[in-house]
């Protein structure tokens, strides 16, 4: 027969191409083949194609093993625009479809079957070959391919259509995509279709970023095409790198300039100001809601679009349960028609369709907005911070500030997302009511009453979550501030062994946060049971109500519809009140940053900043009144007048608390001026009294953002006596200088921040005490070489305790009570008497009270050199005396001192999931609740499984049907409650375990940990890493294990029904599997990455808020905003790129299981009817439905679990620190009255900081004798400090032995040992509380021995004026007290200790002569019998010391009484004194 005769003979529709028999073209005219035959022509042509699709899988296969990821082939990568592709590329797998389809139709005929099914895969490949071209072979086979397809079909159909007969469906479609392709060959061929001939090469911005200094090109998202942008595949350059080796940051792209922090806070912050001023002129209190409100006009146009993605989302998941109806109905006709189950198909791919991209394009563009406004926030809130009046200061903590930025904000970066569901859940709700109506008629209003209460019972249960999360947050809040002040404090917290006493204060404000924890993780266990009950109850009643009404049949489709619409509904009804939560949150968050947003700013217009003019005057202040508060109670400053002029050197001097730091505060515009006018004409530059160093090295503290000048740099570092200490770092000026400047001396720190100064080349320079923190002729070089010749032509401003440098002044300032009392030169003021004289005459008795023989060598010195003793030879003397020079204190060793932050790379596996369970025990939680979540899934099946028999079962009344199937799913959700309450319980005992663990190893550790580590680091896992271990592991856990058995279960439940289910699904899943596989292994490297741009954020923002006073007077202001901008936008392209890697696995993930669905809804329609009953094929279609948001559940919740587990891993690095010593060696305490006599014997000692350091002391050996007074000296770093912490074993020996009273130190524990020795630190210490709890932390005295103290200590009369006596509140690091009243403090906690061995670090650098001279005397009277060891910078400090001890690079130069040292004139103390003295009789003349 001909193949025309058969077609006429209604064969079907391909059988003219000779198919039907055979693929071989055999039973045609008499066997012969000829060319000719349309068969043969076909076989051909499919030839063809297959050889290509060969040639073009090679080129893919070849690209893979060269590894050659071109960044610009891999989002767009054919030359067309992107919509022409997608357009294209649908079409050819609406051919494939088509093929399928047929292939379907013949499914009887294997033979028959098997050429539709290959020239379906042909489509889907040429499909493919549309986007990936990597190469240029890959191109050019694929042109090649599209023209030469193309091409033969068109010839080929031509001649059939001419030979008059008609074409099949498949064939019919497929024509007019071949020419598209066609079109596509052409246009790649155009010149717009050309781009860079050397993109094979893989050149330009595609190939891999060689080195760190390579610009980093911006994210491929800004070039990608509609469809790159559609299915995420912008992002496959970047996931293909992060699976060939673990991404670092120089992998990343960058955000653009719509991103970045820099556009979106100055477009938010141009609208707040808008919003505040617009408020002002009316007249009006800024609303608590304002800030939610000039967030929503910023950033409107982005919240509509997401808005309408979350529309169109709410809109398919609603049509879902109409589709199940038709389905049901359909599969219930005895008299199908092909075309209507075909078109129910299409619907439902097209549904899925819409749901996942619209789903997908609203999660990542709501939290890419959320990213814009958290990076906006940020920035602003930094800014704020830089410009906060001090009462803002006082009202905000920096903890508080740190926190607004790093838990407030962060958090507002998710609130678009919620923001939609707060309005689209309503209407998925109302969506669904509506369904129910349509299905039951009347019959759904009962189970409306169910609903309602449900809704309401979420409301109380909202408000209560509500509340047990503010009370968590300010529990939080407080337990953060404190382990901030903890951390930074914690030298002096080992020294005093107090390690206990604040571990126990960190615990119990833990433990108030775990209660508010436990409450709220214990309440969502009863949410879960909400969620699963309603669902389950609203249906029970409804068909109980339809069944006693009849309003509509209880059928399959009724039944399963109503199932659908339920599962719909349960998903907003479950998320209704954590959106509540969620909202509330928001809310308390805004109204924090609102409230810290509308603080006072520092007033500009305090002081009138004047640019450098001619003129002579350089600061003026007529009639100032200056108070702390601005409503101008209790004046700091009063009637203060000053005129200061060009080049003029005026000294501020003065008792502690006089006003002086207040003075320098006054002209800098810190303090609120209530009256009169201040003016300073010139730029600033200003050290403050307590250094202010930031993180990074020398240079940069030095330069501080002005261009590198190498002459003035020069200048600086010598006229500030760095250039020794520079030149002994093992790196040099491109040292790491630790967080707070940990790693470097007080006077280092000191000096860096007065080169700093110096090479600001400023106009006017405001010195706040800058010689407290050096020894005596370092301050001398300080003075003379930097204060009087680097800054000769300047204006200095010179806050001072050092008597001996007024002479050399233009003018000296005596503050009094807040107020000038005296001004003029030194001799006019000591004939005046009064304060002045006082001072002077402290230090001149101080002088005095050198021996006698000192005193002869002075005087000898003193003749020689006469009255023109001139500077520069006091200064050769120093030069002479710089053997006792300068080592790198600490750890050295050619390593920087901040090690990088460990972050874990690859896959860590199953380990941090083993800790998580190990750590705390908890194998019996993990394990109840993966029974439970089984046992529920179980039951639930059982319930839909008896609906779906019950129902074709007419013997089964309608009650017994409702009520077995109620009865079984109100059980199951016993189970839900239990699997959550064993999640909650899992959670809770891992948070204990991970805190416990945590404080213990960071409490042990020794103190070169804290040298080298910022206190961000281990603030970030006590804060951000314990929170997700609080709270997202253990419920993450909990769904991962929900979803994984909710997804094997729905596909064995399909299975049952339609096993060629299986045959899709098996492979689907194990495609799923590799996706997965593929995504992780950069989404967990994207995460760690952005573990670790966080912290440098928060640890900018508090080393701001810490030098904000250095940072204004500087003008640095917009610097340190710019340079923070940048690092919010290295967090934010993390951010973005960890959001956008989940859209781009979760799209796929839901593009396979949607193929999973389509089969088994393909087979619902092609099965012959009645081979699957309407029961069965609701029940198969009810859970083929939840398949998807099942896959994307588990896939989204095991992605989280991915990247919170790193959490785990993080604070698990610092659970196992190396160990300090015990506190109590039991079988080792010394004797409680040890030690009785206080002799100390240092034996060859030795000491390096890490064991392959060089030795910082090199082997000192000497005794102090018990009961004397022994003077350490020494240039700045000569191991003066390292002396001290080997004594109190902050280091441990490298070799040699301390013994006290003949016991080695060594073999007693730190706590037995720190106890009995005191000291003075050289930084005073007080932590935020009372006077009370900071001179007797361990509440060891009573009030009477604290007044006794503090009266010794000269603080009784300041104390005794307060109203609050000794619950007087200390502020945070003790700022609301004077630099020397915080050091009289310190002396408070010694008197009270009374040991026999006192050390004093450089204790009396702060305070004036005066008040030192009552200190030395206090302790000369109080520690008469005890050993006191002072390092000291003034010569009459340890002059009247039993012996003295001279340290030069850590080894012992001279040891012996101060007489015979000043007799030998060539010893190191004896230049010492002489230059001392030089100064004193300059200053006397």
Not at 178 to 192: E, H, I, M, T, Y
Not at 611 to 621: G, H, L
Not at 1056 to 1063: A, D, G, I, S
Not at 1294 to 1316: E, P, V, Y
């Amino acid at each position: 027969m001909s193949a025309a005769a058969m077609a006429d003979n209604g064969d079907p529709p391909m059988a003219v191409l000779g198919w039907s028999s055979s693929w071989i073209c055999g039973g045609e005219d008499g066997g012969r083949l000829t060319v000719a035959s349309p068969c043969v022509q076909r076989t051909i042509i499919d030839c063809v194609n297959v050889v290509l699709l060969v040639a073009y899988v090679s080129t893919l296969v070849a690209a893979c093993v060269r590894r050659r990821q071109c960044a610009a082939a891999a989002s767009r990568r054919s030359s067309a625009p992107g919509w022409v592709l997608l357009v294209v590329s649908t079409c050819c797998v609406a051919a494939a479809v088509a093929y399928g389809v047929t292939a379907l139709q013949d499914a009887y005929d294997i033979k028959a079957a098997v050429p539709y099914f290959v020239r379906g895969l042909v489509w889907i490949a040429l499909a493919a070959s549309l986007h990936a071209q990597p190469t240029r072979p890959a191109r050019a086979v694929a042109v090649l391919w599209w023209a030469l397809f193309s091409l033969l079909v068109t010839a080929y159909n031509a001649e059939i259509l001419a030979g008059g007969h008609s074409l099949g469906l498949a064939e019919t479609i497929a024509w007019p995509v071949s020419l598209l392709l066609l079109l596509c060959a052409v246009g790649s061929q155009l010149p717009w279709g050309h781009r860079d001939a050397s993109n094979d090469g893989c050149s330009g911005l595609s190939e891999p970023l060689i080195g760190k200094d390579r610009t980093v090109p911006t994210s491929e998202l800004y070039r990608a095409g509609l469809f790159g942008q559609l299915a995420f595949s912008w992002l496959n350059p970047l996931l293909r790198v992060g699976r060939s080796k673990a991404l670092d940051l120089d992998d990343i792209p960058l955000i653009a300039d719509e991103d970045t922090a820099h556009h979106t806070s100055q477009k938010f912050a141009e609208a707040w100001s808008r919003h505040v001023s617009d408020k002002a002129r009316s007249r009006r209190r800024v609303g608590s809601n304002s800030l939610a409100l000039v967030l929503c006009k910023c950033f409107l146009g982005e919240i509509l679009l997401t808005g309408f993605y979350a529309f169109l989302r709410t809109l398919s998941v609603a049509v879902a349960p109409l589709l199940l109806f038709a389905f049901v109905w359909y599969s219930n006709q005895e008299e199908r028609d092909l075309r209507v189950g075909l078109a129910l198909v299409g619907c439902l791919l097209l549904t899925k369709l819409v749901e996942s991209l619209s789903q997908r394009h609203w999660f990542f563009d709501s939290r890419r907005t959320g990213m814009r406004i958290r990076s906006a926030l940020m920035a602003v809130i930094f800014r704020k911070q830089l410009r906060l009046s001090s009462q803002g200061r006082n009202n905000h903590s920096t903890g508080e500030i740190v926190n607004y930025i790093a838990v407030d904000a962060y958090r507002l970066g998710d609130a678009i997302s919620w923001l939609h569901m707060g309005w689209s859940s309503p209407l998925q709700l109302v969506f669904a009511v509506a369904t129910l109506f349509w299905a039951l008629k009347l019959g759904a209003l009962p189970g409306l009453v169910p609903l309602v209460i449900f809704g309401f019972l979420n409301v109380p249960f909202a408000k209560m979550l509500q509340g047990y999360q503010a009370k968590f947050m300010v529990a939080q809040d407080e337990r953060l501030r404190s382990t901030s002040e903890i951390l930074n404090s914690m030298k002096i917290i080992k020294l005093q062994s107090w390690e206990d006493k604040f571990r126990h204060m960190i615990e119990s404000l833990r433990d108030r946060e775990f209660k508010w924890l436990r409450e709220t993780q214990m309440k969502k266990a009863y949410g879960a049971v909400m969620y699963w009950m309603s669902p389950t109850v609203v249906s029970a009643v409804m068909y109980t109500a339809t069944a006693i009404m009849g309003s509509a049949p209880l059928n399959a489709s009724t039944l399963f519809t109503v199932l659908a619409t339920l599962r719909v509904m349960a998903e907003p009804v479950r998320f209704l009140p954590e959106i509540l939560t969620m909202m509330i949150q928001y809310k308390v968050s805004l109204d924090r940053i609102e409230k810290f947003l509308l603080e006072d700013e520092i007033r500009e217009e305090d002081v009138k900043r004047v640019p450098s003019d001619n003129s002579d005057v350089r600061i003026q202040v007529q009639d100032g009144n200056f108070s702390w508060k601005a409503s101008g109670a209790d004046l700091s400053l009063r009637n203060v007048n000053l005129r200061i002029n060009r080049g003029e050197k005026v000294a501020v001097c003065g008792p502690v608390g006089s006003g002086k730091s207040s003075l320098l505060y006054a002209l800098l515009g810190e303090i609120p001026r209530i009256s009169g006018s201040v003016a300073v004409f010139g730029s600033v530059a200003y050290v403050s009294q307590t250094s202010w160093i930031q993180s990074g090295t020398v240079r940069d503290n030095i330069l501080f953002g002005k261009p590198f000048n190498k002459e003035l740099y020069d200048k600086a570092i010598k006229s500030c006596a760095l250039d020794k200490d520079i030149e002994n770092f093992d790196h040099g000026d491109l040292t790491e200088i630790g967080q707070r400047g940990l790693n470097m001396s007080g006077g280092q720190k000191q000096r860096i921040q007065l080169a700093r100064a110096v090479y600001n080349d400023a106009d006017v320079y405001l010195l706040d005490d800058p010689f407290s923190a050096v020894d005596a002729h370092t301050a001398a070089v300080l003075f003379y070489e930097c204060v009087m010749t680097a800054l000769a032509e300047k204006t200095v401003v010179l806050v001072t305790h050092q008597v001996e440098f007024l002479t050399e002044t233009d003018r000296i300032l005596v503050m009094e009570g807040g107020q000038v009392s005296q001004q003029g030169k030194y001799s006019e003021l000591l004939g005046s008497g009064t304060a002045f004289e006082k001072l002077v005459s402290a230090h001149q008795s101080s002088i005095t009270a050198l021996d006698t023989s000192a005193s002869q060598q002075n005087q000898d010195q003193g003749q020689q050199a006469s009255d023109d003793y001139i500077v520069p030879s006091a200064l050769q003397v120093i030069r002479q005396a710089s053997d006792i020079e300068v080592t790198a204190k600490g750890p050295s060793a050619a390593i920087q001192l901040t090690e990088e932050e460990e972050k874990g790379t690859g896959d860590l596996g199953w380990k941090p999931y083993k800790d998580y369970i190990n750590v705390p025990k908890a194998a019996f939680q993990f394990s109840g609740m993966c029974t439970s979540q089984v046992l529920f899934t179980c039951f639930q099946i059982a319930s839909t499984y008896w609906l779906a028999v019950a129902v074709q079962m007419d013997s089964v009344s309608a009650a017994l049907l409702v009520g077995a199937y109620s009865g079984l799913s109100i059980f199951s959700c016993c189970f839900a409650y239990f699997r959550s309450l064993f999640a909650a319980n899992l959670g809770l005992k891992a948070s204990k375990a991970f805190f416990g663990g945590l404080m213990d190893s960071v409490f042990k550790a020794p103190m070169s940990f804290f040298d080298s580590t910022p206190v961000g680091r281990i603030l970030t896992r006590a804060s951000s890493d314990l929170s997700i271990l609080d709270f997202d592991i253990p419920y993450s856990m909990a769904f991962v294990a929900t979803g994984g058995i909710e997804v094997v279960t729905t596909v064995l439940v399909m299975g049952t029904v339609t096993w060629q289910v299986l045959v899709v699904a098996i492979p689907v899943t194990i495609t799923m599997i590799y996706v997965q596989r593929y995504y992780v292994s950069s989404a967990r490297e994207l995460v760690r990455i952005n573990g670790t741009t966080k912290a440098p954020v928060m640890n900018y923002a508090s080393e701001s808020i810490l030098g904000v006073v250095t940072i204004r007077a500087f003008a640095a202001t917009e610097r340190f905003i710019h340079s923070n901008m940048q690092l919010i936008d290295t967090d934010a392209t993390l951010f973005f790129h960890t959001v956008a890697a989940q859209e781009w696995v979760l799209i796929r993930v839901e593009a396979l299981q949607s193929l999973t669905i389509i089969t088994a809804a393909l087979f619902l329609v092609l099965v012959p009817p009645g081979a699957i009953s309407p029961g069965f094929a609701g029940l198969c279609l009810s859970y083929a439905l939840t398949l998807t948001s099942a896959q994307v559940f588990l896939t989204r919740f095991y992605s989280y679990l991915e990247n919170y587990i790193i959490s785990v891993e993080r604070i698990k690095q610092y659970m196992h620190l190396p160990v300090e010593p015990p506190a109590i060696i039991p079988e080792n305490r010394p004797p409680t009255s040890w030690p009785q006599e206080g002799r100390i014997d240092l034996q060859d000692l030795k000491i390096r900081y890490r064991p392959n350091a060089p030795l910082v002391l090199k082997g000192i050996t000497c005794t102090f004798s018990a009961g004397n007074k022994i003077g350490v000296v020494g240039r700045t770093g000569s191991g003066k400090s390292t002396l001290i912490s080997s004594l109190f074993r902050l280091v441990d020996p490298a070799g040699g032995k301390i013994l006290i009273d003949k016991l080695d130190i060594c073999s007693i524990g730190l706590k037995d040992l720190r106890t009995k020795l005191s000291i003075i630190p050289q930084e005073p210490t007080l932590f935020r509380g009372t006077v009370r709890t900071n001179l007797d932390p361990l509440g060891l005295h009573s009030d009477q021995e604290i007044w006794e103290a503090l009266e010794k200590c000269q603080l009784k009369t300041a104390i005794s004026s307060t109203s609050a006596l000794l619950d007087t509140v200390v502020s945070d690091d003790g700022d609301n007290w004077s630099a020397g009243q915080r050091q009289l403090f310190c002396l408070g906690r010694v008197l009270l200790r009374r040991n026999k061995i006192l050390v004093l670090d450089e204790a009396t650098a702060s305070i004036d002569s005066a008040t030192d001279a009552i200190l030395q005397k206090v302790i000369r009277q109080q520690f008469s019998s005890c050993t006191v060891i002072t390092i000291a910078h003034r010569v009459p400090t340890v002059t009247d010391s039993d012996r003295v001890m001279v340290l030069s690079y850590g080894k012992l130069l001279e040891y012996e009484t101060p007489a015979k040292l000043l007799e030998d004139k060539q010893s190191a103390f004896a230049k010492l004194v002489a230059e001392y003295w030089a100064n004193t009789k300059r200053n006397s003349t």
